[in-house]
């Protein structure tokens, strides 16, 4: 009897339902350079992104301000594969460390939730990425 209860729940539990998302650190991609192959990703509570160092010279960071309240600071270090388990809902904005102003810059939605939305426009994005923001902005 155990052995289904615990079946049952692995079946429904965030564990079995979380789904992992690739989002790969480029150095082109079509006619843009210096860009993750995914701009925006909308993922559950519980779900990992794994960020593929393809190419190298890149990194994630999540941007100051840009993170839903108890998110603690992330960066990972150059040409380094990292992934990231989300465990509180709302919007998270990050960027590639060196290429930032070049626009490379992406944001992960989890839970739906667009509680942050407010903050998310306000951080200060510079060169190629303040454009581009905008753009990604009212998209999400």
Known sequence: ?????????????NYA??????????????????????????VNVGD?????????????????????????KFKSKLN????????????????CTPHKSLGMIGFVIVGDDRSNLDLIKKIRFFGQSKKLSKVLIDQI
């Open 17 to 42: 339902m979380s789904e992992d998302i690739n989002i790969k650190m480029l150095n082109r991609l079509d006619k843009e350079s210096m860009v993750f192959s995914e701009k925006i990703v909308n």
């Open 80 to 95: 380094e594969d990292v992934s990231y388990e989300f465990i509180i809902p709302g919007i998270y904005a990050y960027w």
């Open 48 to 72: 990992k992104v794994f960020w593929e160092a393809t190419d190298k010279g890149h990194n994630v960071e999540f941007i100051k301000g840009g993170v839903p309240d108890g998110v603690e």
């Open 1 to 13: 009897m155990k052995k289904y209860i615990l079946i049952l729940f692995l079946l429904f539990s």
